[in-house]
């Protein structure tokens, strides 16, 4: 691991955590050596004094752009391999500087940038193979590919920037005053001139405007949405600056809908946090995840590397859903090899049955017709993406082979014996064209649990209320026949 060194502005006290002092939202990169500057954004361009010394090996100190991914919010610096022909591209950690490489470029390039969609960009320069080209950079795949050759003089080269509100790409001059525009979708190449005067190495767009970097400290203000004419401009803030980006502490965005025990991450290790629940600390909270329990803006305090220094992350505005209820009925039953048995359910919201933890495929339905022994669970999702399932499984058990025989089950001639409904709360209506004259409620054991005479009546009534709930046996004697049906008491 090498580090960046970090310039930092220092707190004198953890309780001062929460002061407004901590609120950085911009990272300068700069060189000679490499380093971070953690400013703010919300007066412009700040300057900050202490300086850590980390004694990296000069050939590997030079940072020469740095970029936040849009996506995993990762922070991206390109510096020196150990060689100075070549740079590559690191993922660094803002609070300690530990940076690790991911695609060495082979190359000489002076500048990298990422739009809003992920893509990332980076252009040779004087040094490099093709002074001034603009190479698309796929780290997954570890490729670069030339997309066009802008005009920027040989000896020029420098930054490049992105405009998410016109989907353009810019190539900044190093030195005579000059800015090439160029239409993502074609490529087409415009010229402006703008008032930035200075040895430039990067740039980063802030609400239609662009803050041009330029070798020495100086950071400058010019409008890019009409004019290009400067807005603001600061000298001597960082010395070596070369480029500058936003950055976030949270790995989540500004608003989120988060489901109750789920957690908020910080993105970074670092040796100390505190969190804040709606500018309030949260107690027990120097870790790096946060267990969420109630909805409001959350906000993080972390310190850098080992020093007294501390820095307050973007606010999260977090509402928090509850996940669902799953209830499952019967939860413990048996049945004889070749029946089947119904699992209730939780009603809406999306549905996945599994059994032994394994998806069962297709089944997505608020019941499901368990044909199979083992533990059966629903796993319910909610219209907030919030999901659960049963603490508990419903457990289906296959009755021994010699038990289902001597309940002498018979099929059911539907067209003499009606029994009705199944599954049950309690109460049973036993019809018979032919009249009734007995009807037994039996357990799975073999027991019988209920003897009722029926005196050839057509119909007949059952309360199984008092019984536990479970699978049962109705065996119904008409004139004709004898039916055995199983019941499910709810």
């Known amino acids: 691991m090498k580090k960046l060194l970090l310039m930092l502005g220092i707190i004198s006290s953890f309780g001062a955590m929460?002061?407004?002092t901590t609120n950085y939202r911009i990272l300068v990169s700069g060189t000679y050596p490499a380093s971070l500057y953690f400013t703010k954004n919300d007066t412009g361009i700040a300057q900050f004094a202490d300086v850590l010394p980390n004694g990296m090996n000069p050939n590997q100190s030079t940072s020469q752009a740095i970029y936040m991914h849009p996506e995993t919010y990762k922070l991206y610096a390109l510096l020196d391999t150990g060689s100075l022909a070549e740079r590559a591209i690191y993922e660094i950690n803002p609070l300690t500087g530990e940076n690790t490489m991911v695609y060495n470029l082979g190359d000489l390039f002076a500048s990298v940038e990422i739009t809003d969609s992920g893509r990332v960009f980076g252009i040779h320069g004087n040094g490099g193979s093709t002074p001034g080209a603009v190479y698309e950079i796929d780290i997954e795949n570890q490729s670069t590919t030339m997309v066009f050759q802008s005009s920027v003089p040989a000896f020029e080269p420098r930054a490049l920037g992105f405009n998410p509100s016109t989907q353009q790409l810019y190539v900044i001059s190093g030195y005579i005053d000059t800015m090439y525009v160029y239409d993502m979708n074609t490529w087409a190449e415009s010229f402006?001139?703008?008032v930035i005067d200075e040895e430039v190495h990067g740039a980063y767009y802030r609400n239609d405007t662009m803050a041009i970097v330029a070798y020495g400290g100086h950071i400058g203000l010019i409008d890019i949405a009409s004019s290009y004419d400067a807005v603001g401009f600061e000298y001597d803030v960082f010395p070596h600056a070369m480029d500058l980006t936003g950055f976030k502490l949270i790995d989540a965005p500004a608003?989120?809908?988060?489901?109750?025990?789920?957690?908020l991450s910080a993105l970074y290790?670092?040796?100390?946090?505190?969190w804040f629940l709606d500018g309030n600390l949260i107690a027990n909270s120097n870790v790096q995840e946060i267990e969420i329990t109630e909805s409001g803006v959350y906000h993080l305090v972390t310190q850098i590397s080992d020093t007294s220094a501390y820095v307050k992350s973007e606010l999260i505005d977090v509402n928090m859903s509850n996940a669902p209820v799953v209830a499952l009925s019967p939860m413990d039953t048996s049945i004889c090899e070749g029946d089947t048995i119904t699992i209730e359910g939780t009603f809406g919201g999306n549905s996945q049955w599994y059994l032994n933890g394994n998806a069962i495929?297709?089944?997505?339905g608020n019941s499901y017709m368990a044909t199979m022994a083992g533990v059966y669970n629903?796993?319910?999702t909610n219209q907030n993406g919030c999901s659960d399932s049963a603490e508990v499984g419903a457990t289906v058990n296959f009755l021994p082979v010699d038990s289902c025989q001597s309940l002498g089950v018979q099929a059911i001639d539907l067209a003499q014996v009606n029994l009705f409904p199944n599954p049950t709360s309690g109460i049973i209506d036993v019809v018979s064209q032919t009249g009734i004259k007995t009807v037994n409620v039996i357990d799975m054991t073999g027991k019988t649990l209920i003897h009722i005479i029926g005196n050839d009546m057509p119909k007949v009534q059952i309360d199984l209320i008092s019984l536990e709930s479970g699978l049962y046996l109705i065996s119904i004697e008409s004139k004709n026949t004898i039916v055995n049906e199983r019941v499910l008491k709810l």
């Open 18 to 20: 929460a002061q407004d």
């Open 192 to 194: 402006v001139t703008s």
């Open 255 to 263: 608003s989120v809908t988060i489901c109750k025990g789920e957690y």
């Open 269 to 274: 290790e670092s040796n100390s946090y505190a």
């Open 361 to 364: 495929t297709g089944a997505t």
């Open 378 to 380: 629903m796993l319910k």
